[in-house]
């Protein structure tokens, strides 16, 4: 009995030693190829995020491009329009400062204009001075009729 009992016990000795070892290492083994995919997995997502931000980087570009370009257009226009504006507003003070000159030698020739040097505000008093005085008259033509 004794040799069944080194039998028994030698072989199953190393069989229980033997068989917490491989548990151990197929968990650490499960876990380390877990942490492998998990890795790649991360890495390829990182790849991705990255494709992803220069292309967006790009069509911004792009876009920023072609907005600067639209405007630069826009302020040419827009750099035209006021300096033919310009050289209409001159055009009409022009033709209007000729018209106000024919205007002054026609009255001039008829003998209707003050004299040339009265700036406005003496027209002004002289105009409301000459109503004044029709007023005056037509008031004591009325009270005449009366």
């Known amino acids: ?11 199953a000795a190393p069989v229980s030693t033997s068989s917490p070892k491989k548990e151990i290492s197929n968990p650490v083994d499960s876990k380390l190829t877990e942490l492998s995919e998990s890795r ?31 405007l630069s257009g826009l302020k040419k226009t827009l750099n035209l329009e006021v300096e033919q504006l310009r050289e209409e507003f001159k055009d009409l003070k022009t033709t209007l400062n000729q018209q ?3 205007v002054s030698a026609s009255l001039k020739s008829l003998g209707l204009q003050g004299k040339p040097k009265d700036s406005e505000g003496e027209m002004d008093k002289k105009s409301e001075a000459k109503e004044e005085k029709v007023e005056a008259r037509l008031k004591e033509a009325e009270a005449e009729h009366n």
């Not at 009995?1 to 072989?11: R, V």
Request: hydrophobic share 25%; proline share 2%; no cysteine.
């Open 100 to 102: 106000q000159d024919d």
């Open 40 to 70: 790649a997995e991360l890495l390829n997502r990182i790849q991705n995020l990255k494709q992803d931000l220069q292309s967006w980087r790009g069509k911004l570009d792009t876009q920023v491009q072609v907005y600067r370009e639209e």
């Open 1 to 11: 009995m004794a040799d069944q009992t080194t039998d028994s016990t030698s072989p």
